[in-house]
């Protein structure tokens, strides 16, 4: 089944450590995004891919950065300086450049906890 | 800068009754899309409903429908005959024309009681 799998499903990270999000999709989408949830809140968009070796920033990018090797990967890393990373990370697919009416599939999410 | 706006940050519906969530939204680009998924307390977000700028009528998916007006800028979730199951966060977003760049609201938790 196509889909998108995010791992692992739970993170725990020390303070001043980077740790990498996993984001594959055998989906065929062009583009993929990652959203940062905070409790009880919405979703925020940290970065995001229209095409593979091209990335852009979203509303909240500082203290991450992310990767776009392959069309079906998508690896997000949480640096040291992201001051709160503690969060609920969700990947996000879509077929992309001006098909404006697809939807995105997510995948299940990774929650980040600095310990 | 597009933004996506949900005022409600709860609400409470009797199962069997119809139920109205909010959103309204700002965009100075002709062409968009605008969506709606569930959110359940396992995490996953459910896609629900879709309408384009250009659509000329409401989008309706089984009991879901959108109650979209264009001069307002809204696109309200309507959901008819609520059932417990429906109790989730529920957040609207768009897509800003060419782009692919999504962007959500702050979502509306519902609450369905019996």
């Known amino acids: 089944d196509g889909g998108i799998t995010q791992s692992p499903k739970y993170l725990f990270r020390k303070e001043g450590q980077n740790v990498t999000l996993s984001c594959e999709q055998n989906?065929?989408?062009?583009?993929m995004y990652w959203y940062r949830q905070d409790p009880g809140q919405g979703l925020r968009l940290i970065y995001y891919?229209?095409?593979?070796?091209?990335?852009q920033k979203g509303d909240i990018a500082e203290g991450y950065s992310v990767s776009r090797e392959k069309k079906e990967s998508f690896p997000l890393t949480v640096t040291s300086a992201q001051k709160n990373p503690t969060a609920f990370y969700l990947c996000?697919?879509?077929?992309?450049?001006?098909?404006?009416?697809?939807?995105?599939?997510f995948g299940q999410g990774t929650r980040l906890t600095v310990v | 800068a597009q933004k996506i706006t949900q005022t409600q940050p709860g609400m409470f519906v009797q199962e069997k009754e119809a139920v109205t969530l909010d959103c309204t939204y700002d965009?100075?680009?002709?062409?968009?899309?605008l969506f709606w998924y569930k959110q359940p307390s396992s995490g996953e977000m459910i896609f629900l409903i879709y309408?384009?700028?250009?659509?000329?009528q409401n989008a309706t998916e089984g009991r879901y429908s959108l109650n979209f007006q264009k001069a307002r800028k809204s696109a309200n979730l309507v959901i008819s005959a609520s059932q417990l199951g429906d109790s989730a966060m529920y957040f609207c977003?768009?897509?800003?024309?060419?782009?692919?760049?999504?962007?959500f609201g702050t979502g509306t938790r519902l609450q369905v009681f019996p």
């Open positions: 996000a697919s879509t077929s992309g450049m001006g098909r404006r009416n697809t939807e995105a599939f």
């Open positions: 989906l065929n989408h062009d583009a």
């Open positions: 891919s229209q095409i593979v070796n091209d990335f």
């Open positions: 965009t100075s680009d002709p062409s968009y899309g």
């Open positions: 309408q384009g700028s250009y659509d000329q």
């Open positions: 977003a768009m897509r800003e024309g060419n782009t692919d760049k999504l962007i």
